[in-house]
């Protein structure tokens, strides 16, 4: 099992995504949803509502998605805390790494 190749509070590493993610409303809600249409291609709706309606457990959900297709290291509980407490750096992690890894 490998980790995140993304730092969480690595915003500056790509600033468009920072911007989007941590001024426009909702922008990490996109992002993430983005990121796991990226990683399976299945469409981004899903994840999207997944996120709106059950706030840091869709975040939760939808981050091991992630975290399964590469082989990331880390559990739910720690998922849910982390979009707990930090959503907008947790969307944004996703997205680089997901954009990282995937091109």
Request: hydrophobic share 40%; net charge positive; glycine share 14%.
């Amino acid at each position: 099992m490998s980790k995140f190749e993304e730092e969480l509070c690595g915003c500056f590493s790509d600033v468009p995504v920072f911007l989007f993610g941590c001024f426009i409303p909702g922008g990490y809600l996109c992002l993430q949803a983005q990121a796991v249409n990226k990683a399976y291609g299945t469409g981004a709706v899903v994840p999207y509502f997944l996120v709106c309606c059950l706030a840091c457990i869709g975040g939760a959900i939808n981050r091991g998605k992630i975290r399964d297709i590469f082989g990331i290291h880390g559990g739910f509980l720690g998922d849910m805390m982390l979009w707990w407490c930090c959503a907008p750096c947790a969307g944004c992690q996703e997205y680089r790494e997901v954009k990282r890894r995937k091109g």
